[in-house]
């Protein structure tokens, strides 16, 4: 869970008003990447979090299933797959992740950098 230490203390730095903003910028970008790798990788980063997940069910007795298929799905992913671990892997975990790469680069993309970088022209 080393991202969501690094989405927290990016969020700390974004808003604080001393900080150099090209510094916050090298921060989301490293947080970009670390999503990234983590979609690439989704397997082994998603079978931790899912196994504690699990061993958490079942200490308060609820079990692990995928929601039902059928041959036509309108209103959600629907996923062929052979356990709930897959799943839920595909269906929310690597979708999430799209959309907050996605987010990150809409909010965070090409002008902003551009300004970001004008930042040191401003005099105090």
Request: charged share 25%; proline share 2%; with cysteine.
């Amino acid at each position: 869970m080393k991202v969501l230490s690094q989405t927290h203390s990016l969020r700390v730095l974004l808003q604080d008003p001393k900080r150099d903003l090209s510094h916050g910028v090298r921060s989301i970008e490293r947080v970009i990447a670390s999503l990234e790798n983590m979609k690439i990788s989704a397997e082994e980063s998603f079978s931790t979090a899912f196994g504690q997940a699990e061993v958490i069910a079942k200490q308060i007795g609820i079990t692990s299933t995928a929601p039902r298929t059928c041959s036509r799905q309108a209103h959600r992913n629907d996923a062929y797959v052979s356990s709930a671990e897959e799943y839920y892997r595909q269906a929310i975990f690597i979708s999430h992740l799209d959309h907050f790469v996605t987010d990150l680069k809409t909010r965070f993309g090409g002008v902003l950098k551009d300004v970001f970088a004008l930042q040191g022209l401003i005099p105090q």
